[in-house]
């Protein structure tokens, strides 16, 4: 069946790194990719999201990049913030399947 | 436009007591689906209801139920609640189709004592 896997956490950084946080699927077909956040105590948040092979999902300084050769959907940000200090979800959706997550990856940004 | 409202935010019950938690999905959504979310286990999909029918499902015991009204909002029903049942109980709704992701909300936090 589909399914993700991201690397494992948690991602400790110093402010204004450069991050990467690999992530990649394993699909019949063409899923649609996400990238969700969760802050502390918070529900999920969707961070970006691709539909289609070489599409590029970007928002607030993150940017994801659907690659169908090599299935995958990393998630990159030039120069994080403190503020970025959060758990990221990569996930897939195919269909009117359920949408399906990785296991999570924590991000810890230090000034 | 509102989000995804769900309540209550945080419930406590004893083991062996039934819980029913609450989900008002962003208006016009018809598809809304339940997860459970713990530091051992991660999120693990309970189930989606599209125009009240269940659409699919997770693997969970049949103490965990769900339904959802002809106005979208969805419960989900615990019964017997187990110790290993303390967790965050994320709902999300969703417009029809692969495109679309999720938008979830901010949480049940359910702990059993």
């Known amino acids: 069946g589909n399914s993700v896997t991201q690397m494992e956490g948690p991602v400790t950084l110093s402010e204004e790194a450069f991050l990467t946080i690999n992530c990649t699927y394993t699909?019949?077909?063409?899923?649609?990719l996400f990238w969700y956040v969760q802050y502390p105590g918070e529900g999920l948040q969707l961070l970006l999201k691709?539909?289609?092979?070489?599409d590029k999902g970007s928002n607030k300084g993150f940017e994801a990049t659907y690659r169908k050769e090599t299935t995958s959907f990393h998630l990159e940000k030039g120069s994080v913030q403190v503020s970025d200090s959060a758990v990221y979800f990569c996930?897939?959706?195919?269909?009117?399947?359920?949408?399906?997550f990785g296991t999570g990856t924590r991000l810890q940004v230090f000034p | 436009k509102a989000g995804v409202t769900q309540t209550p935010r945080y419930l406590i019950k004893t083991r062996g007591q039934q819980v029913t938690l609450s989900c008002s999905p962003i208006?016009?959504?018809?598809?809304v689906s339940w997860y459970q979310q713990t530091p051992g286990q991660g999120l693990q999909f309970l189930f989606e209801?599209?125009?009240?029918?269940?659409?699919n499902k997770g693997n969970f015991p049949g103490r965990f139920s769900g339904r959802q009204f002809s106005n979208s909002r969805s419960e989900m029903n615990v019964s017997t609640l187990e110790l290993g049942d303390s967790a965050l109980y994320l709902c999300?709704?969703?417009?029809?189709?692969?495109?679309?992701?999720?938008?979830f909300g901010s949480g049940t936090r359910l702990t059993v004592v």
């Open positions: 999300a709704s969703s417009s029809d189709g692969d495109n679309y992701g999720y938008t």
């Open positions: 699909a019949t077909g063409y899923p649609s």
């Open positions: 691709a539909t289609k092979a070489d």
């Open positions: 996930a897939l959706r195919q269909g009117t399947d359920k949408l399906i």
């Open positions: 208006s016009g959504h018809r598809s």
């Open positions: 209801y599209f125009s009240e029918t269940q659409r």
